[in-house]
């Protein structure tokens, strides 16, 4: 029988402010995000402009859409019986590859790669604090899958951030694009799966 | 209502790999860790019994210590019902009762009392068991090894009588953290608080690792042939 481990735990249970919700959680991260979103046109407000442009206009919006359903995902990846489900990480998966087939740019070999990198430096900046959101969440709940929460934690911000740099930066040459916007993405996402994989089983270690 | 059922097709067929919360297409049947009554006479009772432990929870998140104990006791009963023919060989039913229970403590916080009970719970059940199982496929295979055999293996002087040398080697053999725990508590004479002091890990993880240490060591040794 367990029943001194059912003493033990009850006797050293306390009152706990129940976790929040993952609608509420994305909520706090959806408003951090339209915060750096505001701020970023604020500064440049010519940046909407590049809209007009049907190809970018569709671009910015799956990016805006994957970062949108990753974040949501990886919330729920923080509640036991609501991390998502083999059917919802395909979805999101077949989501990811959509969009690296359209946002793919065109990339020609002979292209010389430019010093872009501050463009690699600003998309990892605009996905610094919405990570930190998500990641913050994830950490306070009881994440079960911590790699799929750590990948999703990784596309959510980093996708808004690819999105927003799509606006701001006025280079379309697809060397430029592959090399500064998309592999800064790929290798952002890449350590955030490594973070996650080292933060997010915390819970499981607590002492009791 | 349906019997919400956590089945554990692949982990026990040898074939996916994976537990799914399904009803059917279970070899060997699922696996009831929810409240059965049986029949429909009794599927109100069910109902509301369910509902019931959601209200413990919600209650136990508020620090009522008295639910939380009926709940986890209630869970504990229930759950060694459901596992008892369904643990691989090696498993043991104490230990996976006690990581669940406690896996649901430091869970506790994330349940929302607005949403039914047992797809968390089952969440947290199948995680436990799957977590076990791939701990148990890292970790080196431990032999069961006849007690001459063993002497074989040990230092020449162990064939004289040394048993001394017999015991450290099968020692040797244990996994580092379940030796460390035997020689801790066993060796040394420590109590478990100071030995979890030492490991790093709780007392219940201690007395954990001390058990299936012994267990292990017992096999080592022959004694569970």
Sequence with gaps: MSAPVVDRLAAALDARRPYWSPARRFAIWALAQLAIVAIALRVRPDAIERLVHVRIALEVALLALLGASGAALALRAAVPGRHPGRALTIAAGTLAIGVAVTVLPDVTLAAVVPAGWPCAVKTLLLAAIPWLVLTVALVRGAVLLPLVAGLLAGIAPLAMAAALMRLLCGNDDGMHLLVWHDLPLALGVAASVAVGAWLFVGWARRRV | MAAVALSASGVYAGGRGILAARTRDVPGGPIHVSDETGGRAGTTNADRRLGDRAARMARAQQGDREAYHDLLAELDAQLRRSLRRRLWPGED?????????????????????????????????????????????????????????????????????????????????????????????????????????????????????????????????????
């Design chain 2, 93 to 225: 039913i104490d230990d996976t009762c006690q990581e669940v229970l406690l896996t649901l403590h430091r869970a506790l916080r994330t349940y929302d009392a607005s949403r039914p009970f047992d797809p968390w719970f089952h969440a947290l059940v199948r995680h436990v068991l799957l977590s076990a199982r791939r701990r148990r496929r890292r970790r080196p295979v431990l032999e069961s090894v006849e007690p001459e055999r063993l002497a074989e293996m040990a230092p020449d002087d162990a064939r004289d009588g040394d048993l001394a040398r017999v015991v450290d080697a099968a020692l040797g053999r244990l996994p580092p953290a379940q030796r460390d725990a035997v020689r801790m508590l066993k060796v040394e004479g420590m109590t478990v608080e100071a030995a979890a002091e030492r490991a790093g890990v709780s007392p219940g993880g201690m007395r954990v690792r001390a058990h299936r240490g012994y267990r292990a060591f017992r096999a080592l040794l022959g004694f569970d042939e």
